[in-house]
């Protein structure tokens, strides 16, 4: 039945569905078709067309199952084989197993000797290695030690060059300077010698001025003494003149009287006539005696006048005396004071000579300085990227052009710390030593401007103060850690970038103390020996160089400028005072 049912299903009929469809036409098809079409209509509702090709499947199928089956008798045929060529395999198999567990046994009896001489080994190398690393580690302190003492070395012998370039220079002028003294004191010995050829001179004619003065000194004695003997006798004689020109007067005037009279005797006519000449001849005598009166008060006067003229002439010529000595001390005391003020201008001199020498010095000490630390500063930047060296150097152009205000330079420069905690901060820090600190976004935003309108080159990132927040983090206690940033020392405007920076790393003592503290505390940790561990579990190490330090270069930086300054400040004081000695000369 069940056959019958899946026949029937199989030529279209089912018992689920009792209704069919019979297409429009297909009756009329039936009625008109031939034979043949009638006969294949009924077989195929027989299901004979579906036994036919069932059983032309089933022919396939027998031909592929004979095909299978010599295959699966050539199979087994091989397996037959190859069970006999197992069988001897596992025959071989037990004897190599046997021997293997032998082999291995002895590989283990060697194999652990090996190990034992290894472990051995390896503890004596691990000795070695710590002796090894020992020795490294006072090579490596002997190297820095040596490369600073090479760096001292270098130092001293550029400063013993510019030292001897000084003594050089100095050398010269004081060659110069002794050539000059050299005619300076042929020319004072000439001078002395014609000086002392003066003295002898003056001397001699000092002598023979003596001898005279002290021959008129004795005339003079001499005459004063016959002026003396022969004052009285002149007096007496005087008088006698006198008072024999008085009589000799007298007499001439009564000769003169008799004369006139015998002759007005004879010479007149009448008494009258002797009397009008007597008259006119007393009117005469009148005005003559009131004529010599008046000559002899004139003389008087005269007398008086030389008298006083004289006292006053005496007085004048004391006065110029007294003013002829005070004029000597005078010229004495400005001889004294020209001296003086030739030894100090000589001092002066002197002086300047030597503030122009150390002027010298220092203007070379300043080049020196100037061109050491250009040099620093070319070699910090060779230590960056170059897009970031690039980067700075147009930042310090933007800057200078423009303006700006409120830019802090790069984080390098505003912190400070001991030499020991270099490497460490380097490590943590890296590139980002060379971000540039701002006070607001607005800054950086402004000098990004400039420098996409100025098409600058380089890179350069910004760290706005007014933008940055860094949470406090909280460190475990131990003597074996520190926070890194403990051991920074900067401007308290600044500790947010230091904190961005540096916030959340410990300085670790060793690396096993680190390991452990970077997986406990999740937090970042750096050994001084810049081994850093991160709270990820990357753990970064190796050999780091002092020597070429940026953080020993910013500080040689640092020492550079102060010793500018002082010799800035230095070189002002210099040319000061050789200005107020030119102004003091003059």
Not at 3 to 16: I, P, Y
Not at 331 to 357: C, N, P, T, V, Y
Request: charged letters at 35%; one cysteine or more.
């Amino acid at each position: 039945k069940t056959d019958v049912m899946n026949l029937l299903e199989s030529a279209g009929f089912s018992r689920s569905n009792p209704y069919y469809i019979v297409k429009q036409g297909k009756i009329n098809e039936l009625a008109i078709a031939p034979d043949s079409q009638r006969l294949k209509l009924l077989r195929e509702v027989a299901g004979t067309r579906v036994y036919d090709e069932r059983r032309e499947e089933s022919k396939v199928i027998l031909q592929e199952t004979e095909g299978k089956r010599g295959k699966i008798n050539e199979l087994l045929q091989d397996i037959e084989e190859r069970l006999h060529t197992l069988e001897e395999e596992t025959k071989e198999l037990k004897e190599f197993q046997e021997l293997d567990r032998t082999k291995r046994s002895l590989e283990y009896t060697i194999y652990d000797k090996g190990l034992r001489e290894a472990q051995s080994k390896i503890k004596q190398l691990e000795v070695r290695h710590q002796e090894f690393a020992d020795t490294a580690n006072s090579q490596k302190a002997s190297m820095a030690k040596l490369a600073n003492k090479i760096e001292e070395c270098e130092a001293e012998v550029q400063s013993t060059t510019q030292k001897k370039e000084i003594l050089v220079n100095e050398q010269q002028d004081l060659y110069e300077e002794r050539q000059e003294l050299i005619k300076k004191r042929t020319n004072l010995e000439l001078d002395v010698s014609d000086l002392t050829d003066n003295v002898q001179n003056d001397r001699s004619v000092q002598e023979s001025n003596k001898n005279e003065l002290q021959q008129l000194k004795l005339t003079i004695t001499n005459t004063e003494v016959e002026l003396n003997k022969l004052t009285p006798i002149y007096e007496k004689h005087k008088e006698a003149e006198l008072l024999y020109t008085s009589r000799l007067r007298i007499c001439d005037q009564l000769l003169s009287q008799i004369y006139a009279k015998q002759g007005r005797g004879t010479a007149y006519k009448s008494k009258e006539e002797r009397d009008a000449w007597i008259n006119r001849e007393m009117k005469l005598l009148q005005k003559s005696l009131a004529d010599k009166k008046s000559e002899m008060a004139a003389v008087v006067d005269v007398v008086n006048k030389a008298q006083t003229s004289l006292a006053a002439i005496e007085a004048e010529v004391e006065e110029r005396n007294r003013n002829v000595e005070s004029r000597k001390v005078a010229i004495d005391e400005s001889r004294k004071f020209i001296a003086s003020l030739r030894q100090k201008l000589d001092e002066a001199l002197d002086r300047r000579k030597e503030l122009w020498r150390e002027e010298h010095s220092v203007d070379q000490s300043l080049h020196t300085v100037e061109e050491s630390l250009k040099s620093t500063e070319r070699n910090l930047m060779i230590k960056a990227p170059k897009a970031i060296s690039r980067g700075l150097e147009s930042l310090k152009r933007v800057v200078s052009e423009k303006r700006i205000r409120g830019v802090y330079g790069p984080l390098i420069e505003n912190f400070r710390s001991r030499e020991r905690f270099f490497t460490a901060i380097e490590v943590t820090a890296g590139n980002r030593l060379f971000h540039v600190i701002v006070d607001t976004d607005r800054t950086a935003a402004q000098i990004l401007n400039h420098f996409n309108h100025m098409k600058l080159p380089g890179e350069i990132s910004f760290m706005p103060l007014n933008k940055l927040s860094s949470k406090d983090m909280q460190f475990p206690d131990s003597p074996d850690a520190v926070p890194i940033i403990q051991r920074l020392e900067c401007d308290e405007k600044f500790k947010p970038a230091l904190k961005q920076v540096f916030g959340k790393t410990l300085l670790c003592r060793n690396i096993e103390y680190a390991s452990k503290i970077a997986k406990e505390q999740d937090l970042d940790c750096v050994t001084l020996d810049g081994d850093q561990i991160s709270h990820r579990g990357a753990l970064t190490g190796g050999y780091h160089d002092e020597r070429v330090s940026r953080l020993a270069l910013q500080h040689k930086i640092w020492q550079l400028q102060d010793e500018l300054d002082i010799l800035v400040k230095k070189s002002s004081q210099v040319k000061k005072d050789i200005q107020d000695i030119l102004s003091d000369a003059l």
